[in-house]
């Protein structure tokens, strides 16, 4: 239910001021502690931000302090220092790992993960370079979401096929919701102090909107995304992408800072 205060304010004022007034409130540094990109910005080096930011995404959905409660059960399991601990583990470190679950992700997943992260960084600098395409100009979100899949996956004397359903792809049309708040949190940069912008070879204007089930309800109320259902579909890749060149036409070079405008507006129950 819309309350009157956001119906004045919706009728009196442009969507975009609305919205970029709602982006402003949530994007403060009180944003952080209820949220799990509080648990990347435990840490100060970069590979630390980005490994725990990884996990903190993968592990996002259900109640969030709950999320918060495993994510930091994870960092604790790595002994607070989870990029040295990838590097540097031992293979009866990983038994501690045996009793990890969060819904559906468990211990064997985190094993891969482990597995996975430490081929990795044996190799390369940032887990940004996972997220790019291969000789090519024109890297694109879409693209290196596909690229991350596909390595992610490969790996294939190790590799347990139910990790498959923890790494969304838009080649199955997954709207790839925790990928891309990832995704913001290491490439979107401001003042504000809350995304990290970490990332430097993909560019915020490339980003595409993390889209939830409040984000697509409030999307939906809004007029931002079109349906004749009075209950919204299920969002996909192609929502995702309608979404965001919506948001677009408001601001061209930044178009995912509104996540916070329509996550907050939905998870804080104003719409």
Known sequence: MMSDELRINTKNSSLKDFLDAKADQYNRPS???????SIPHRFSQKQDIELMGFWAAVLAWGQRPV???????????????PYDFIRNHQ??????FLAFKHRTFNATDALYFLH?????YQE???????FLVDNSNSNSVEQGLIAFH?????LTDFFPERTRKHIATPARNSACKRLLMFLRWMV???DRGVDFGIWKQLRPDQLVMPIDVHVNRVAHQLGLLNSRNAVP???????ALELTETLRQFDPTDPVRYDFALFGLGVDGEM
Request: aromatic letters at 10%; charged letters at 40%; one cysteine or more.
């Open 124 to 130: 390369n600098d940032s887990l940004e370079t996972a």
């Open 31 to 37: 944003f952080i502690e209820r949220d799990p990109i």
């Open 116 to 120: 996975f992260f430490r081929h990795y």
């Open 150 to 154: 596909d390595r992610f996956c490969s």
């Open 188 to 190: 979107r940069s401001d």
């Open 91 to 96: 293979e009866s470190d990983l038994k501690r």
């Open 233 to 239: 579909p299920q969002p996909d890749w192609r929502t």
């Open 67 to 81: 999320i918060l409660k495993k994510a930091n059960e994870l960092v604790e399991l790595m002994d607070s220092t």
